[in-house]
Structure formats: C-alpha cells, structure tokens
C-alpha cells in the first residue's frame, strides 16, 4: 500500500559563479587642432562603465559599455600650441562588446557582469594621431531559481517510524536593481588657481550601510572621486574627496529578517569645469555619474526532511533523492596592509597621484592571492612629469573554517594611499580588503516516496527478544530499523535514558516487533 507524505515547498534562488572572461578593446584618436603635437605619452588611464549585460540565445554572456579614456602627454611647444604651458590630456570612449562562455542550459536570473580594467596603455602612430589598447577582465554572476517539494512526514501508516533531519541554508530570496544618477559640485580652495583643464577623473564606488525597513530597502554609500586638473600656468593638483549618497529601492515580498547587500555599477562618469549656476566658474568642478544599485536579499531557510523510515507492522520499500543544500555559510572580512616599491630610475621630488587596483582573488595554498597594480603619477628632480605601473600579488591568510569547501571572495583597497619617497622611487602604503564568503556543498538523501509490503513468511520464526552489542559504526537508529523495533521501546527495555548511555560493551535486550 502507498504511503501519503506530508510534504513542505521550498522556493528560493541560488547563487551561481562563472569563469571570468576577457575583452581587449582599442581605438585610434587624433589630437584636436587646438592642441600641440604630441612629443611624449606620460601617462593613459581609465574608468570601465558596463552598460549593458545579457544571457544570448546560445548560453553565452554579453557584456558592452564603454572604456572612458585619459591620455596624458606633453605637447611641442610651437606658437600654434593653445594649452599654454603644462601637460594636455586626450579624454575620450573606447566602446566595447565582448562574449564570455556560459554553462550549457544553467538556467540564469538576475544576471549581472562586474568589469575590471586590467591594462591600458597608449603609443604613438604619428605627433597627431595615439592607439590606445585596453584589457579588462569581466566576472558574470547571477542566481538559479530553486522550487522543491520535500516529505516531511507521513499521513497515516501502521507503526511507522520517521528519522528526520534539519538543515540551515542561507538562500537568496531575490534581487532588486535601480539605476540613479548622481551629481555633486566640487569648490575648489581659494587659495588655489581655477582650473583650465579637467586631466582625469575616476571614481570609487563602495556601499556603507543596506537595510530592509518595511517594504523598503534602503542603501548607503560613497563616492571616493579623484580628479587631477591643470591651472592656466600649468601647475597640477588633484582633488579628492569622499561625497555620501543614499537610495531607496523596493522590498516588498521579503521579511523585515531579512539580510542584504548592495552592489554598485558604474554607468557613466563626467566631470566638468563649471556648475549649473556658473558654467564658467573654474572653482567649482561639477561630477555626473549615472550609476546602478544591485540589491541582493539574503534570508536562513530551514530544510527538513525524512532521511529515513521504516515500520514495525511490516516491510516498506522506500523510493530516495538526492538534496543538495549550501550551508556552514559564512561572511567575513580579510584586511591585510600592503607595501610595495615601484622603482622609476630618477629621482622623484613630488608624488601628484596614485592609484591601486585589484583583481579577482584566488584561493592557493590555504593564503588568498591578491593580484594589486599600482600606479603613480609623479614630478622627478628636473620637473618632467613621468608615471610608473607595477603588478604584483599580495598574499593574505584565508583562515578558512573547518569543512569551508566553497569561497567567493572580491578584494578592493579602501583607505588611504601612502607614498613615500626613496632613492629607488616610490613606496606605497595601502590596505586591501579582501570580502570572502565560505560555504560547504553538502548532498543528503531524503526520502521521496514508499510503499507497504507483505510480510515475510519467515519472519513469524523469528525470536521475540534479541541481546546484543551494537558493533563500530551502528546507530540506535539502524539497529531498531534491523529488527523493526523503535529506539524508544529500546532504551526503556534497558532503562536508559538516551543512547549516549550506551557503551560498546554493554548489552542490549532488543524487543523485536512480530
């Protein structure tokens, strides 16, 4: 006879990770006729702005955007030139559109593409015309929707006995996305020129603080904005400043229990001389960002299920699946303090700018492999302008809790830079963060489904009453199950009071089911 489950649904999403992929991008652009002749590159950098990200057809990802571009050189000097004097930047987009494979038929949601400058560089074709040449690394991400249906008791059945276990996962119950944008007026001091040309600007995008109030998700952040200019005697000064910014995004369908964290993508980025009021003001720089706010709301979920069962009436036989659950999940936060020399073979006198960038982490080794580039920007002792870039890999203890099968972890330098000049060049100072989420990948049977069985003509035969030892390995459970008694009836028959009581010496009088 069939039995009738009692069965409990289970909704949610999983996260997945795919392998990273690749993308070089380059473009040919000619300096305007306002400008000199190009006489030397010092310096390019740029700022990834990922617009668009798609599943194809076939199972691949898309991802597109834009590279914003700063070419950095010193102009010939010639009674055409219109700079005046100091360096001149070329400001400008490299477009991109690249493919990454994806995992046959894994079906995704909430798909979402993180891209990273890896190199940028610049040469020159002719005085008026460079080639810039830019890779990036792009990491996908997204969830797989879960929907099961798992037994968790029996209706109705003879002497049935259930062996049930719980287990605690922690699940995504979804994602909320929102595109904002974001301007702020930067002043300038006063006791500094005004600026005549904006050479870079980047930005860092980092979030605070994400909390589910009601039905609302609220998110806070900063925007750690530098931006290098040019005064109208050509003198350079970098301006940096942290600007705080808050969003609110919908969360209805989740619970207030809920936990959450936010991610932030940069859409656009534009920084201009001027503000609304005085588009001519050089004292106050005016910075457009167009951004998007990833949302991903986490909760516990609990999972229990009927590992095991069996009947004192008579023999049932059990159909079994395999559960499949993440759990032990664990978020921490590694910081690890850096030191680097990036040797520039002239002296330096003053340091104008520097910047740190990471790569995606690696588990070697029980230490985490940070790939860092570092770049400076810098006068030497005769006042040339110059620029040095080094890569390198910083290592840092993972720490990684017992049964830790499975580690996300994304690296970022926040804090401040410090740069110290030495005879060789250039030590940086700087920490890295290194967030890491650890997680064990465990299968569990459970039961699906089962049915009675007519009883064994030899099983009358059998003695009542059983003494025995239970033997290495054995579980009040299965010895009950192997004679058709319940542990219960067990542990009262030899006065005990729960099986850790029971020694492998002693023995024990099983009362066997007729």
């Given at each position: 006879?069939?039995?009738?489950?009692?069965?409990?649904?289970?909704?949610?999403?999983?996260?997945?990770?795919f392998?990273?992929?690749?993308?070089e991008?380059?473009?040919?652009?000619?300096?305007?006729?306002s400008?000199?002749?190009?006489?030397?590159?010092?310096?390019?950098?740029?700022?990834?702005?990922?617009?668009?990200?798609?599943l194809?057809?076939d199972?691949r990802?898309?991802?597109?955007?834009?590279?914003e571009?700063?070419?950095l050189?010193?102009?010939?000097?010639?009674?055409?030139?219109?700079q005046?004097?100091?360096?001149c930047?070329?400001?400008?987009?490299?477009?991109?559109?690249?493919?990454?494979?994806?995992?046959?038929?894994v079906?995704?949601e909430?798909?979402?593409?993180?891209g990273?400058?890896?190199?940028i560089?610049?040469r020159?074709?002719?005085?008026?015309?460079?080639?810039?040449?830019a890779?990036l690394v792009?990491?996908p991400?997204?969830c797989?929707?879960?929907?099961?249906?798992v037994?968790?008791?029996?209706?109705?059945?003879e002497?049935?006995?259930?062996l049930?276990?719980?287990?605690?996962?922690?699940?995504?119950?979804?994602v909320?996305?929102?595109?904002?944008?974001?301007?702020?007026?930067?002043p300038?001091s006063?006791g500094?020129g005004?600026?005549?040309?904006?050479l870079?600007?980047?930005?860092?995008i980092?979030?605070?603080?994400?909390?589910?109030?009601?039905?609302?998700?609220?998110?806070?952040?900063?925007?750690?904005?530098?931006?290098?200019?040019?005064?109208?005697?050509?003198r350079?000064?970098?301006?940096?400043?942290?600007?705080p910014?808050?969003?609110?995004?919908?969360g209805n369908g989740?619970?207030?229990?809920?936990?959450?964290?936010?991610?932030?993508?940069?859409?656009?980025?534009?920084?201009?001389i001027?503000?609304?009021?005085?588009?001519?003001?050089?004292?106050?720089?005016?910075?457009d960002?167009?951004?998007r706010a990833?949302v991903?709301?986490?909760?516990?979920?609990?999972?229990s299920?009927?590992?095991?069962?069996y009947?004192?009436a008579a023999?049932?036989a059990?159909?079994?699946?395999?559960l499949?659950?993440?759990?032990d999940?664990?978020?921490?936060?590694?910081r690890?303090n850096?030191?680097?020399?990036?040797?520039?073979?002239?002296?330096?006198k003053?340091?104008?700018?520097?910047?740190?960038?990471?790569g995606?982490?690696?588990l070697?080794?029980g230490?985490?492999?940070?790939?860092?580039w570092?770049?400076c920007?810098?006068l030497?002792?005769n006042?040339?302008?110059?620029?040095v870039?080094r890569?390198?890999?910083?290592?840092?203890?993972a720490?990684?809790?017992?049964?830790?099968?499975?580690?996300?972890a994304?690296?970022?330098?926040?804090?401040?830079?410090?740069?110290?000049i030495?005879?060789?060049?250039?030590e940086?100072?700087?920490?890295?963060?290194c967030?890491?989420?650890?997680?064990?990948?465990?299968?569990?049977?459970?039961v699906?489904?089962?049915?009675?069985?007519?009883?064994d003509?030899?099983?009358?035969a059998?003695?009542s009453?059983?003494?025995r030892?239970?033997?290495?390995?054995?579980?009040?459970?299965?010895?009950?199950k192997?004679?058709?008694?319940?542990?219960?009836?067990?542990?009262a028959?030899?006065?005990?009071?729960?099986e850790?009581?029971?020694?492998?010496?002693?023995?024990?009088?099983?009362?066997?089911?007729r």
């Amino acid at each position: 006879m069939e039995l009738n489950f009692q069965k409990a649904g289970h909704d949610y999403y999983e996260p997945l990770r795919f392998t990273p992929f690749t993308c070089e991008t380059m473009r040919e652009n000619i300096v305007p006729d306002s400008c000199g002749d190009i006489a030397r590159i010092v310096d390019t950098t740029g700022v990834v702005c990922l617009t668009n990200r798609e599943l194809t057809g076939d199972g691949r990802f898309c991802a597109s955007g834009s590279v914003e571009v700063s070419v950095l050189y010193i102009p010939e000097r010639t009674d055409a030139a219109a700079q005046g004097d100091g360096p001149c930047a070329l400001r400008f987009q490299i477009p991109f559109q690249c493919y990454g494979e994806g995992q046959g038929d894994v079906a995704c949601e909430f798909l979402d593409i993180r891209g990273e400058l890896s190199s940028i560089d610049t040469r020159v074709l002719n005085p008026r015309k460079v080639l810039t040449r830019a890779n990036l690394v792009l990491y996908p991400m997204g969830c797989r929707h879960v929907s099961m249906s798992v037994c968790t008791g029996v209706e109705e059945g003879e002497g049935i006995q259930l062996l049930r276990e719980r287990r605690q996962t922690r699940v995504a119950a979804g994602v909320r996305e929102k595109e904002f944008t974001f301007t702020e007026e930067l002043p300038l001091s006063p006791g500094r020129g005004g600026a005549e040309e904006i050479l870079s600007a980047r930005v860092d995008i980092r979030g605070t603080d994400s909390k589910l109030i009601g039905s609302k998700l609220v998110v806070k952040g900063l925007i750690s904005a530098s931006v290098l200019y040019k005064e109208a005697d050509g003198r350079l000064n970098l301006l940096q400043q942290d600007l705080p910014f808050s969003q609110i995004l919908e969360g209805n369908g989740f619970d207030e229990d809920c936990e959450s964290e936010a991610a932030y993508r940069l859409l656009s980025c534009e920084c201009r001389i001027g503000s609304e009021s005085g588009p001519d003001d050089a004292y106050v720089l005016t910075l457009d960002l167009l951004l998007r706010a990833r949302v991903s709301v986490w909760r516990g979920e609990e999972i229990s299920f009927i590992a095991d069962l069996y009947s004192t009436a008579a023999p049932v036989a059990c159909q079994t699946a395999e559960l499949e659950l993440s759990e032990d999940c664990q978020r921490t936060v590694r910081r690890q303090n850096a030191r680097e020399l990036l040797e520039t073979g002239v002296a330096v006198k003053v340091v104008v700018d520097t910047e740190i960038g990471c790569g995606g982490a690696q588990l070697e080794g029980g230490e985490l492999k940070l790939p860092v580039w570092a770049r400076c920007l810098y006068l030497d002792e005769n006042d040339m302008l110059g620029s040095v870039r080094r890569e390198f890999t910083v290592s840092c203890p993972a720490d990684l809790p017992a049964g830790g099968e499975e580690l996300q972890a994304e690296d970022v330098c926040h804090g401040d830079v410090i740069a110290n000049i030495m005879p060789e060049g250039i030590e940086l100072r700087f920490p890295i963060e290194c967030a890491m989420t650890t997680s064990s990948r465990r299968r569990h049977v459970c039961v699906s489904g089962g049915e009675t069985e007519e009883e064994d003509r030899d099983r009358a035969a059998a003695p009542s009453l059983i003494l025995r030892k239970m033997a290495s390995g054995e579980t009040l459970w299965s010895v009950a199950k192997q004679y058709r008694a319940t542990r219960e009836g067990i542990l009262a028959v030899n006065e005990l009071d729960d099986e850790s009581q029971i020694t492998p010496d002693k023995l024990l009088l099983i009362p066997r089911a007729r």
